[in-house]
Each structure stands twice: as C-alpha cells, then as structure tokens.
C-alpha cells in the first residue's frame, strides 16, 4: 500500500510584504541621496508610501526614480511589478553608481499604472489618489540621454515583488 501527500500553500499579499518591497526602493533612494544630494528625506518619505499603497493594491506596472536633464533621464532606477507565483528572489537594495555627472538634472519620478488601475472607475482613482501623500501630473515617459536599461535586482514579498532595472551609460 502507498501513501501520497499534497500539499497546497497560498500566501495574501499584505501591507507588510509591500512595505518590505518598498523599504527596500527607499533604500535605493537614499543611496542616491548619498551620492547626489537628492532627493530629500521628506520626498523619500512620499515615494515609499505612495509605492506601498500602490503595491497593496496591485496597482503599478512601472515607477522610475532618478535624475531628468532636457527630458531625457541621466541615472535612474525603473521598477516593473512581476506577480503570478512565488518570488524566490529577494536581492538586498544597492549598486548605485556614485560619479555620474547631474549637473542642471532634476530628480524625478514616472508611474505607469497597470489594468487593474484602469479597470477602476474615474471616482474610484479619485478616492485612492486622495488617499497618497502627493498627487501626480500627467506627462510623456522620459527618454534616456545616453545608455540602455539593464536587468539587475529583484525584490519581492508575498508572491509579487518588483524587477529592478538601472540605467547603464555607454
């Protein structure tokens, strides 16, 4: 006679698993702090709690931070939200390049949102917006001065997490 076993794991996503994801952004943007001398800990604050209330409902498909100069982007790091399973990945933030030149670069962000924000109604955004610590503008996605997006770190919590991709200069 043999004897089989199943065994079936769910895990929900939670506020603590998109504040681990996000903590580990805010990392990230305080290393360009250290570097750069921006963005400021107050801007830092409102970056991680408008991403974690984003990731907490699965709202996000990319968010880029970092240095804009005449529309193009001179350094930055770009989160694209993986989902759909377990994320084994959960790589420690960093490996920020320091030296880059930013002279007359602003510091920045672009969001896109992803369908499930536009399967909510014009009120239903309304709501949530009201609900984040700033409110965005509408705009065309930044180009890059010079380089190519580069695949590096992945972080994740609770079956969906965010790959990491920094801006390589030539």
């Given at each position: 006679m043999s004897t089989s076993f199943s065994l079936t794991l769910t895990e929900s996503f939670t506020i603590t698993h998109a504040r681990h994801i996000a903590s580990k952004v805010a990392t990230d943007l305080l290393r360009f702090q250290r570097f750069y001398g921006r963005p400021s800990n107050a801007a830092i604050d409102a970056y991680e709690k408008e991403l974690v209330a984003l990731l907490?409902?699965?709202?996000v498909h990319t968010v880029t931070y970092g240095f804009k100069r005449n529309g193009n982007w001179v350094?930055?790091?770009?989160?694209?939200?993986?989902?759909?399973?377990?994320l084994i990945v959960d790589d420690d933030p960093g490996k920020i390049r320091p030296g880059e030149d930013i002279t007359?670069?602003?510091?920045?962000?672009?969001?896109?949102?992803?369908?499930?924000w536009f399967s909510l109604t014009l009120q239903q955004q309304e709501q949530f917006e009201a609900t984040l610590p700033f409110r965005r503008s509408t705009g065309q996605e930044p180009g890059i001065e010079n380089g190519w997006w580069a695949d590096d770190l992945?972080?994740?919590?609770?079956?969906?997490?965010?790959?990491?991709s920094t801006l390589r200069r030539w």
């Open positions: 907490k409902q699965d709202y350094i930055a790091l770009r989160y694209r939200a993986r989902s759909g399973g377990i007359s670069a602003a510091f920045t962000s672009f969001l896109v949102y992803n369908s499930n992945t972080y994740s919590a609770g079956g969906r997490g965010l790959g990491r």
